[in-house]
Every structure is written in C-alpha cells, then in structure tokens.
C-alpha cells in the first residue's frame, strides 16, 4: 500500500511540472496563429525582394546586362578608309597609299582608348596570330607614300597621328577621330582633310573566350576618301628640286601667268615627308624642327626679304600708270645721285666706274639702271608707289590656300611713323620719311620685304597683260582680277624684260635661250640683287621670268623665226637664293634649268 501511495504521489508531481515548465517557456505570440504569422510574413518579404531583383535584372536593366553579356562574345572591328590619294596635274602620284596593319591591345591606363602599334608588312607576316594576348588583335590600315620624297613637301605636306588634346576637342570628337588615327599636317593634306580622310567601315564579330573570330555578325563598308588633283606638276617639281644647288636656302617658284596655277612651289632646304608615316626619333624630330636652317620653314611664301630690282617691274608700271612716266621719259646716268652727305650710286658705276648717258624706262629694265629708278621714285612719289604695289599684292597675304603665308611691307610715311616711335626725344626719333627712303623702296631695297610668291604673282600681272591672279594650287578655271592697266605700259615693260635676258642685258645666263641649237624659246626676265644688312655684304639672288612671248612682241613687223616658240606665256619663274649673290649668277642659271625641262617636253 505504501508503495502505491508514493508512485501516484510522484506521477502528480512530475504532471505539474511539465505543466509549468509548458506555461512558462513559450510565448503566447508563438503558439498556434502567431507562428505561422511569422513564418508567411518572412516568406512574402523573401519572395518580394527575389521578384524585385528578378524584375530589375530583366526588365528595368536587362538592355543593360544584355550589352554587356553581348560585348563579352562580340567585338566591334574598324575598317579603315583609304586616304585619297594626291595627284599632279598630269595624274602622277603625289601622294599615294600602302597596306600596314595595327597591332590593337587594351591600354592599361584607359581601357576604353587602347593602344595601337602600326605593324610593317614584315612585321604582320612575322607576328603569331594564333597566340595574342587576350583583347589584342589585328587591324588593317594604309602608310602614306610620298613618290617625290622632298621634291614638293611644302605643298603637299603630310600627315601624323592626332594627339590626346585634339580628341579633346569636339571639332575632332564629332567626326569620328579616335585614338591612332592620322590627320593632315602641313600643306594639301591639311588644306582637303576633310575630302581626303573617307569614312571608316565597321565589321561585327563574334570572338571566343581566348579573343579569336569565330564569325561575322554584320559589316558597314568604309567609304575612300576623295583623290584630289592639285596644279602641280610632279616632274617639274623633281627638276626643280634637283637644279637647286646643295647646301643653299631659297625657294622656286613656277607658275601660269594666265590663271595662277601653281606648277612648282619648292622650298631648300626640305624634308621627306615620308618619314612622317612612321614613328618619329628623338634624333629625327630634333634634325626637322630645332635645325637652324629650318627645313620645316617654307620660304616660298612665309620668308620675306628684300626684292631688289625685280621690284623696279612695280616702280616702272606705277610710273607709267600713273602717267609720270612715258615710253620717251629720259633721264640721265650720272653714276650716283648725292644727298647730303648721302651717295646713292648705280650697281654699273659701283662695280665698274662707268655711266650709261640717257636713259628711257626700256633700257632702265635691260640694264637695270639705279638712278633711273631713284629719279622715277622721286616723281612718282611713294605714296602713289605704295599705293600700286600694294595693288599688287605686296603688303597683304596673296591668298594662296597652304595656311603661313606672310603678308610682306610695303613701308610709307605713315608706317614709319607708326614703326619708330619708341623713343620719347623727339630729335632721337626717326621717324620722319626721307627722300633717301623713297630711292631705297623703288628699288626694292630699305624697309620693303616681300615673299617669293609675291614676286611672282607681280610678274604674271606683266606676263598676262594687266590681271592679278591668286595663287592656287588646285587645277582650276582663272580666278583672276582685271587691273585694267594700260597696253602701253605692259609692252614698255615687257620689252625692257625681253631686252634683259638678250646681248646687252643683265640676264646673260639666258642670252638666245632656247632647247637646241635650231629651236629658240623667247623670254622676258628680270634679275635682282638685294642687300638685307649682312655683316659680310652678302646679297640675295633674285631672277623672275616669263616664256614664251608672244610673236608681235618679237620683232617690229611682228613676225617671228619659223624655229621659235611662240605664244602666249605658258609659264614663269621666280627663283630666290639666300645671301648667295648676284641675282644673274646665282639665280638665273637655276630658272634656265627649268625652263629647259619644260620646253623639251
């Protein structure tokens, strides 16, 4: 009996212990209901977050994650467009085109601008394209060819790889430049950028994991740039380049008097311009650009100088013109004039102590007479000679495309004035325009400075009977200007030419020019000698001519030899060669050279 009494005692006991431990350890919120409250709340809100991300990653940014999932696979390849090519006037290449290829791998300082290493031909046969680096691979390109070397670098130029700050620059950003490419630099090249650079192609591949094609998705074809034919004359250039004796500066000029297209416009010292179609040196980029004769310098139409007597072809058209000066005009040849304590002397009476009596413009201009041209300046006065040369162009660029022109002077009283008006003592000031300058500007000396393309573009104004032409070297119908000058004043002037390169002028080098010994070729000529203030009184050597002439300017019956050529000019020629010497010694034999070039074609 006890012991049942003590089991159904315990069995109470343990009953109100679980009791209480079942009140006690679970929370009212956490039975029955409340649970599954909880456990449906933490679901939705799960379900909700993945169907918010599944709905961005699909709908809001799929486009998004799709691009990015597609550039993983493709690859958007350029096809770049043949430059066009530059062609002379007869259709030679000027500048032309060759295959290369790019070597394209991503850059580590930008991704988004790789890096491009231009490959020659041998290198692209050499490299391993099997086993390039991931992200590399292989485009084609074109390298610029030049066939004349130097022969016309100043005019048809070249080109180089546009820089980080041009890509800067909406101009660039616009037209689709990117990293690599080349744009032009100098000359036609720059001039018709636009019309040469085409318009690059796209190709759309898929590429593998390892950056190989695996095929092509799609193709835009690239457009060549447009071949642009310019004025010059290729072989003319070469003969040009190689009559210019080694070692001097100066510049040629050739051109047709009848509508300023350029043939020749060479600059010495030059440049190969196709060094520029490659990487450039240290050594090689310091030997152009920090070389003290300044290769890059086209002196053609940026240098300016002293003409000397080529500009007595302005003085005797103002004159005349200006009806100051006739055909019957004399004036004597004392050998100097005096000023003061001031001598002006003739080159003639200089050199050889002698005087040439009587003198009319005709045999001014044959013989280059000084005083002549002193007295002729006097009356004419400088403000109507300034007046005239700067209607010839001197003083203001001539208007040429190739960008650096330089405008040159034509020096007045009011120039002077402006110019020399630093000092504040009056009576140090010099200011105040002399006769003694008037002598100086109509000869071409003192403070006048024009450029080598100037002097010919004044020289056709003779050659093509009264019209200023602009310079050009596009193949193009005229683009020319009637000064409506007088026919008289152009023959006068014309006859003292021709009279110049004939027995008895200053032109001896051309004395009875022609391309053999049974065919002559007529020609009108000036030379000129400019002193420019060297220490060691040396000259710039100056000849300008125009060829053929016509037959009525031949002879008084106005019939010509059967053996001559004839005709209207087709051509003239401006040489400079610097502090080198007298203009007929220097100068002239380098016009003959080209001159027979032409003739003999």
């Not at 770049?80 to 580590?108: F, K, M, S």
């Amino acid at each position: 009996m006890k012991l049942g009494t003590a089991f159904s005692d315990s069995v109470i006991i343990e009953q109100k212990t679980h009791s209480s431990f079942g009140k006690h350890k679970a929370p009212v919120w956490w039975q029955g209901s409340g649970r599954a409250l909880l456990f449906t709340t933490i679901l939705f809100m799960t379900l909700f977050v993945l169907g918010w991300r599944l709905f961005d990653l699909t709908l809001i940014r799929g486009h998004e994650y799709r691009v990015l999932s597609d550039g993983n696979r493709t690859r958007e390849l350029i096809r770049h467009a043949p430059r066009g090519r530059i062609l002379d006037r007869t259709g030679r290449d000027l500048a032309r085109n060759e295959p290369v290829y790019r070597l394209i791998q991503p850059c580590q300082l930008d991704a988004k601008n790789p890096c491009t290493k231009i490959l020659s031909q041998n290198d692209y046969q050499a490299l391993d394209k099997s086993n390039l680096p991931p992200g590399t691979y292989v485009e084609e390109d074109y390298r610029r060819v030049y066939p004349s070397g130097s022969g016309a670098s100043h005019v048809v130029g070249y080109i180089g790889e546009i820089s980080a700050q041009e890509l800067a620059d909406p101009y660039y950003t616009i037209r689709g430049y990117r990293p690599g490419d080349r744009i032009g630099r100098l000359g036609a090249e720059v001039v018709y950028e636009e019309r040469l650079r085409g318009r690059d192609g796209k190709e759309l591949v898929e590429v593998r994991a390892d950056g190989r094609v695996t095929r092509t998705l799609g193709r835009v074809e690239a457009i060549p740039g447009e071949d642009i034919t310019l004025s010059l004359d290729r072989g003319l250039s070469e003969a040009a380049t190689a009559s210019f004796p080694e070692g001097e500066k100066g510049a040629i000029i050739v051109s047709r008097p009848s509508t300023g297209e350029i043939f020749v416009l060479m600059t010495s010292p030059s440049f190969d311009a196709n060094i520029f179609s490659d990487s450039l040196s240290k050594s090689t980029y310091d030997g152009l650009f920090e070389n003290p004769d300044l290769p890059m310098f086209n002196r053609a139409i940026a240098g300016t100088y002293p003409p000397g007597s080529t500009f007595k072809l302005v003085t005797a058209l103002a004159g005349l013109e200006e009806g100051l000066l006739t055909g019957k005009t004399l004036i004597e040849d004392t050998g100097e004039v005096v000023i003061g304590p001031f001598r002006f002397g003739n080159w003639y009476f200089t050199k050889y102590g002698k005087t040439e009596g009587l003198v009319d413009i005709v045999k001014a201009l044959q013989r280059s007479n000084d005083i002549f041209f002193y007295k002729a300046g006097e009356v004419i006065g400088i403000t109507n000679l300034a007046r005239w040369a700067m209607r010839l162009g001197i003083g203001k660029p001539v208007g040429i495309e190739i960008p650096g022109e330089a405008a040159g002077l034509m020096p007045d009283p009011a120039w002077k004035a402006r110019t020399f008006t630093i000092p504040q003592d009056r009576e140090a000031r010099n200011d105040q325009w002399y006769l003694g300058d008037t002598y100086h500007a109509a000869i071409g000396q003192g403070y006048v400075l024009t450029t080598p393309l100037q002097v010919n573009v004044w020289t056709n104004v003779i050659a093509n009977g009264g019209k200023l032409c602009r310079p050009t070297i596009e193949k193009v119908k005229s683009k020319c200007k009637d000064l409506e000058l007088k026919k008289e004043s152009i023959d006068l002037i014309t006859e003292g030419m021709k009279r110049a390169c004939e027995p008895g002028g200053t032109g001896w080098p051309l004395f009875n020019f022609g391309i053999d010994k049974f065919i002559s070729v007529p020609l009108a000529c000036k030379t000129g000698t400019s002193e420019f203030g060297d220490p060691e009184n040396k000259t710039h050597a100056w000849f300008t001519a125009f060829a053929p002439l016509p037959a009525v300017a031949l002879s008084k019956e106005g019939l010509a030899d059967s053996n001559m050529i004839t005709g209207d000019p087709e051509l003239s020629v401006t040489v400079l060669v610097e502090g080198a010497g007298e203009g007929s010694d220097k100068a002239a034999p380098i016009a003959k050279k080209i001159l027979e070039e032409w003739f003999s074609r």
